[in-house]
Every structure is written in structure tokens, then in C-alpha cells.
């Protein structure tokens, strides 16, 4: 499963570490014995599901809310209209005024975070747990009537603009997915990225902004998780006091279209004056996450390039020492997939030395499958994933939401490591001949700009990385880990 820590996700607010610690001891994989995580779910009248995992391990809560809505809802001349409802709904509403949200949570000794993708928006709150009404209050107070006016939108448009430039347009490789998207997922409302484009943000009115709000921000497009210390059947009060008055909105449209995998592949250089080592980007068009054989795909870019005993990295970086990193990812969506291995070379490798060496590597697996080590050790890294990944409210309460829009079945939080289980040795190799097919390459690739005469070769450097403050993926994280915009603070 993907949770929010995926390449294309941006987490606007930096959130502190949760407080909450389930207090159930996980450990080594010898030892392991995964407690099922116990819910309750339903529906409200008005559409909002509701799901609830009491936990009195801390005296601590997690208030999570998933709106079905993220950059694939958007025109596609007016993209990044969710991410910049992420920011708008921080702006307060009828009964919070302007600025207040976060001074509400912090001063209640919580904190908060959002973030954005391609299918999702989500929001959430880390709070004592007796301050549980608090966080419900400010959810459905966002739900119900947010603040949509000219003082908020003008200001969030300039803090946007500028999270654009930092994090897109004057990073090295910062427009790689943008790129890739653009490459690699085009004729799809997936095509762009969910920061999306300044000069529509400029040219929306008012009004398309308050259309957006209503057609996606309605319980009945909304998700409700919460975890941690309370009594299910009082919160189930708090919850019909809090929610049950908002009306339920209009049937909510969705974007249809018909996901082609078999297309043939192109190719894009993209000269920037700020790259300062050549890169490379292989990708592939795959599934969606759902999809069975997303399981394989996401052991396989395992098996090739994540961590130092990868096939791509024993090559490309340690024996050939031609690159400085190499990373592979999954990056499968609800109604579409991609997989991908990116490469950043060393000083004086040229793109076609890297490209030969991912190819030869791809091609081996294809040929020759993994072998029973890797495999093995494929398996043990999920079992360890999902043994040590919902230690927190937080942890749980999200992917219980995930589960639940993107699969319709929640209680995959306890069953879905038996899915990767489940998949043989073999199938690694059938999916690399399935998917990742010379034909279907995507190739994208950052040349070092020719340096003026006289001048020294730019400095070395790596990508990119997340500076750690973004949540750590949830088990079955079908997820990039290559470069990403840093978060950025929302207010
Ligand atoms: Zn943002």
C-alpha cells in the first residue's frame, strides 16, 4: 500500500514526532507476533465513514481525515487546486478565526500536519487525548463551512508560489517527477503533479475555488479515522454531535479513463543550469496499487536498487563506480502505476555509460530471474515492515483510511503483509518480463550543462532527499525514494 511519504505527496506542515507509542512490543522477526489492530466502522447519514481503534496504551489520540480528492480531480487548466486547498483549509472558518488552527492545536500541547498527492488530501492531528473534542471540533468546523475568501486565497497563493520555487524549480533534479509525470503518465489526469501550476492558481476566481470546496471537501467524500485513548461508544456521540449536521453533498465526480500499459516509450533530456552530476530515469508504465501483481513489482524494485546489497547498487555504484546513487521505485496509484530506477552519475560518466548498465541489469532479471537469497531476503524486509510500522496512533490510524478508500477493505491493515507472502520466487521474474519491456521504457535524463570555457566541472552532489521530517511509509509502502520536495511549513 502507498501511504502519504510517496515522491509525488508534499507534506506542507512540519509536524514534531507523535507522542504515542502503542506500548506493544515488536521486535526481531524471530519474535514477532503481529497483534490484529481492532476497529469498528459505519457510515454517518450524511456519507462520512467513520472508523475507530480505541488504544489506551498513552493517553494520547489521532484525529485523521482522508478527502478522496488530490491533483487527478483537477481540470487540467486549473491544476493544483487540491494542494492548494491543503493550505486553504489551514485559514480558519465561520467559528475559527483567521490563523488560529495551529495556535488552537499547539496550544493544546498537540500538533498537525497535511499533505497532498495524486488520489488523496489528507489532514490529521497528534493530541492528548483529552483533547479529543478539540480536534474533532476543528475538523468538522473545516468540513462545514472553511474560510474561502479573497484575504486567504491571496495569501496562500504566495505561499505556494514560493514552496514551488524552492522545492520544484530551483533544486537540482527538483522537476524530475514533474517531468516524469509528464513523460510517463500523459493522456492521464495523472499527467501533472499535485503542486501544480502557478499561472492557473493566479487566474482562478473565487468562486472556481468555492465550486472546488463543494464538490470535494463533503463527508461523503471523507474518511473519519480515529485512534488512541477514548471510549468507542463516547466518541461515537462526540462524532454524531460534531458531524452528523453537515449536509451530504452531490454524488462526487471521478476522473475516467482507460490505463494503457502496453504504449511504446519516449524519451526527454531536460537541460537545467543547476544540475551538477548527469542523471538518469528509467521508468515503466505498471498497475494500480490494488492490482495483484503490484505486490511482485514493489519486491522487485526492492531486489534492484533499494539498499546496498541491490543488484543496481552493487553494480552501478560499488563495482563500477559509476554512479554516486542509484534508487528504484514503485509509484502505483489508484487507477494508475509506474516503476522506475534513477541513477545519478559520477563526476565525467557520461548518460549513455549509466543507461548501458541499467539496461544490462534490467535485462538480466529478466533473463535469469532473483536469486532464492534475494528473494528471501525480499520477504523478510516486508515481515519487518510490517512488524515495526504502527507503533503510533498516528501510523494506524492513517493507513485504516488508506485501506479503506483505496482498497474498500480496512482490515488489510492485518492481512495485506500475506499478500506479499503469498507471491513466489517466479513471479519476480514474470513481472520484469511483463512490465519493465525494452519498447515501454520511459527515459528521462538530466545532462550536466557545458561548462564555459576555463571553468571547473560543478561540485558533486547527491539528489535531493526528504530531510526525515515527512511520516515514515506505512508497511506495504508501494513508494519513491528518490528525490522529493522538502516539506514545507504551511503557515
Ligand atoms: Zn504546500
Same mark, same amino acid.
Given at each position: 500500500?502507498?501511504?502519504?511519504?510517496?515522491?509525488?505527496?508534499?507534506?506542507?506542515?512540519?509536524?514534531?514526532?507523535?507522542?504515542?507509542?502503542?506500548?506493544?512490543?515488536?521486535?526481531?522477526?524471530? *519474535?514477532?507476533?503481529?497483534?490484529p489492530?481492532?476497529?469498528?466502522e459505519?457510515?454517518?447519514?450524511?456519507?462520512?465513514?467513520?472508523?475507530?481503534?480505541?488504544?489506551?496504551?498513552?493517553?494520547?489520540?489521532?484525529?485523521?481525515?482522508?478527502?478522496?480528492?488530490?491533483?487527478?480531480?483537477?481540470r487540467?487548466d486549473?491544476?493544483? $487546486?487540491?494542494?492548494?486547498?491543503?493550505?486553504?483549509?489551514?485559514?480558519?472558518?465561520?467559528?475559527?478565526?483567521?490563523?488560529?488552527i495551529?495556535?488552537?492545536?499547539s496550544?493544546?500541547?498537540?500538533?498537525?500536519?497535511?499533505?497532498?498527492?495524486?488520489?488523496?488530501?489528507d489532514?490529521?492531528?497528534?493530541l492528548?487525548?483529552?483533547?479529543?473534542?478539540?480536534?474533532l471540533w476543528?475538523?468538522?468546523?473545516?468540513?462545514?463551512?472553511s474560510?474561502?475568501?479573497?484575504? !486567504?486565497?491571496?495569501t496562500?497563493?504566495?505561499?505556494?508560489?514560493?514552496?514551488?520555487?524552492?522545492?520544484?524549480?530551483?533544486?537540482?533534479y527538483?522537476?524530475?517527477?514533474?517531468e516524469?509525470?509528464?513523460?510517463?503518465?500523459?493522456?492521464?489526469?495523472?499527467?501533472?503533479v499535485?503542486i501544480?501550476?502557478?499561472?492557473?492558481?493566479?487566474?482562478?476566481?473565487?468562486?472556481?475555488?468555492?465550486?472546488?470546496?463543494?464538490?470535494?471537501?463533503?463527508?461523503?467524500?471523507?474518511?473519519?479515522?480515529?485512534?488512541?485513548?477514548?471510549?468507542?461508544d463516547?466518541?461515537?456521540?462526540?462524532?454524531?454531535?460534531?458531524?452528523?449536521?453537515?449536509?451530504?453533498?452531490?454524488?462526487?465526480? #471521478?476522473?475516467?479513463?482507460?490505463?494503457?500499459?502496453?504504449?511504446?516509450?519516449?524519451?526527454?533530456?531536460?537541460?537545467?543550469?543547476?544540475?551538477?552530476?548527469?542523471?538518469?530515469?528509467?521508468?515503466?508504465?505498471?498497475?494500480?496499487?490494488?492490482?495483484?501483481?503490484?505486490?511482485?513489482?514493489?519486491?522487485?524494485?526492492?531486489i534492484?536498487?533499494?539498499?546496498?546489497?541491490?543488484?543496481?547498487?552493487?553494480?552501478?555504484?560499488?563495482?563500477?563506480?559509476?554512479?554516486?546513487?542509484?534508487?528504484?521505485?514503485?509509484?502505483?496509484?489508484?487507477?494508475?502505476g509506474?516503476?522506475?530506477?534513477?541513477?545519478?552519475?559520477?563526476? !565525467?560518466?557520461?548518460?549513455e555509460?549509466?543507461?548501458?548498465?541499467?539496461?544490462?541489469?534490467?535485462?538480466?532479471v529478466?533473463?535469469?530471474?532473483?536469486?532464492?537469497?534475494? $528473494?528471501q531476503?525480499?520477504?523478510?524486509?516486508?515481515?519487518?515492515? $510490517?512488524?515495526?510500522?504502527?507503533?503510533?496512533?498516528?501510523?494506524?490510524?492513517?493507513?485504516?483510511a #488508506?485501506?479503506?478508500?483505496?482498497?474498500?477493505?480496512?482490515?488489510?491493515?492485518? *492481512?495485506e503483509?500475506?499478500?506479499y507472502?503469498?507471491?513466489?520466487?517466479?513471479?519476480?521474474? #514474470?513481472?520484469?518480463?511483463?512490465?519493465?519491456?525494452?519498447?515501454?521504457v520511459?527515459?528521462?535524463?538530466?545532462?550536466?550543462?557545458?561548462?564555459?570555457?576555463?571553468?571547473?566541472?560543478?561540485?558533486?552532489?547527491?539528489?535531493?532527499?526528504?530531510?526525515?521530517n515527512?511520516?515514515?511509509?506505512?508497511?506495504?509502502?508501494?513508494?519513491?525514494?528518490?528525490?522529493?520536495?522538502?516539506?514545507?511549513?504551511?503557515k
Amino acid at each position: 500500500m502507498k501511504p502519504v511519504a510517496l515522491v509525488t505527496t508534499i507534506a506542507c506542515a512540519i509536524a514534531l514526532p507523535v507522542l504515542a507509542d502503542t506500548g506493544e512490543a515488536t521486535g526481531s522477526k524471530d *519474535t514477532i507476533h503481529l497483534k490484529p489492530i481492532q476497529f469498528v466502522e459505519y457510515d454517518l447519514p450524511n456519507g462520512l465513514h467513520v472508523i475507530l481503534h480505541e488504544n489506551h496504551a498513552a493517553p494520547v489520540i489521532t484525529s485523521y481525515v482522508l478527502y478522496h480528492v488530490g491533483s487527478k480531480n483537477e481540470r487540467p487548466d486549473r491544476t493544483g $487546486f487540491a494542494h492548494f486547498f491543503e493550505h486553504l483549509m489551514f485559514e480558519g472558518s465561520d467559528n475559527i478565526p483567521r490563523g488560529k488552527i495551529d495556535k488552537y492545536i499547539s496550544g493544546a500541547g498537540g500538533n498537525l500536519n497535511a499533505s497532498t498527492n495524486f488520489d488523496q488530501t489528507d489532514y490529521y492531528f497528534n493530541l492528548p487525548s483529552n483533547q479529543l473534542k478539540l480536534g474533532l471540533w476543528i475538523e468538522s468546523e473545516r468540513m462545514m463551512h472553511s474560510k474561502i475568501d479573497e484575504t !486567504g486565497v491571496e495569501t496562500q497563493r504566495q505561499v505556494v508560489k514560493e514552496e514551488r520555487r524552492r522545492s520544484y524549480d530551483n533544486q537540482p533534479y527538483g522537476s524530475l517527477f514533474e517531468e516524469l509525470a509528464g513523460l510517463c503518465l500523459k493522456g492521464t489526469p495523472y499527467e501533472w503533479v499535485p503542486i501544480g501550476s502557478m499561472q492557473y492558481i493566479d487566474k482562478a476566481t473565487i468562486d472556481e475555488f468555492r465550486q472546488f470546496y463543494k464538490t470535494y471537501y463533503l463527508p461523503n467524500n471523507a474518511t473519519l479515522s480515529v485512534a488512541g485513548d477514548f471510549k468507542t461508544d463516547e466518541i461515537k456521540a462526540l462524532i454524531a454531535d460534531y458531524f452528523g449536521t453537515i449536509p451530504k453533498g452531490s454524488d462526487v465526480p #471521478r476522473p475516467a479513463f482507460d490505463w494503457k500499459i502496453n504504449v511504446p516509450g519516449t524519451s526527454k533530456d531536460v537541460v537545467k543550469d543547476n544540475t551538477p552530476l548527469p542523471a538518469t530515469l528509467h521508468a515503466w508504465r505498471a498497475v494500480p496499487e490494488t492490482n495483484p501483481d503490484a505486490y511482485p513489482l514493489e519486491m522487485l524494485t526492492n531486489i534492484l536498487a533499494t539498499g546496498r546489497s541491490s543488484r543496481l547498487y552493487k553494480r552501478l555504484v560499488e563495482k563500477e563506480q559509476a554512479a554516486l546513487e542509484v534508487e528504484a521505485f514503485p509509484e502505483l496509484l489508484e487507477q494508475a502505476g509506474m516503476v522506475g530506477v534513477f541513477a545519478t552519475g559520477q563526476n !565525467g560518466v557520461t548518460l549513455e555509460q549509466l543507461d548501458q548498465l541499467i539496461t544490462e541489469e534490467i535485462d538480466d532479471v529478466k533473463k535469469s530471474g532473483v536469486t532464492e537469497e534475494e $528473494f528471501q531476503k525480499s520477504r523478510n524486509q516486508k515481515e519487518d515492515e $510490517f512488524a515495526n510500522s504502527y507503533g503510533t496512533m498516528h501510523a494506524r490510524a492513517q493507513s485504516l483510511a #488508506r485501506y479503506h478508500v483505496f482498497y474498500g477493505d480496512t482490515n488489510l491493515i492485518n *492481512t495485506e503483509l500475506n499478500r506479499y507472502l503469498a507471491v513466489k520466487r517466479e513471479d519476480l521474474q #514474470r513481472v520484469a518480463q511483463q512490465y519493465l519491456t525494452k519498447e515501454g521504457v520511459f527515459l528521462l535524463r538530466y545532462p550536466v550543462p557545458a561548462a564555459p570555457a576555463g571553468e571547473a566541472p560543478p561540485p558533486g552532489a547527491h539528489p535531493p532527499k526528504s530531510d526525515g521530517n515527512q511520516p515514515a511509509p506505512a508497511p506495504g509502502a508501494k513508494t519513491a525514494p528518490v528525490p522529493q520536495p522538502a516539506p514545507s511549513k504551511t503557515k
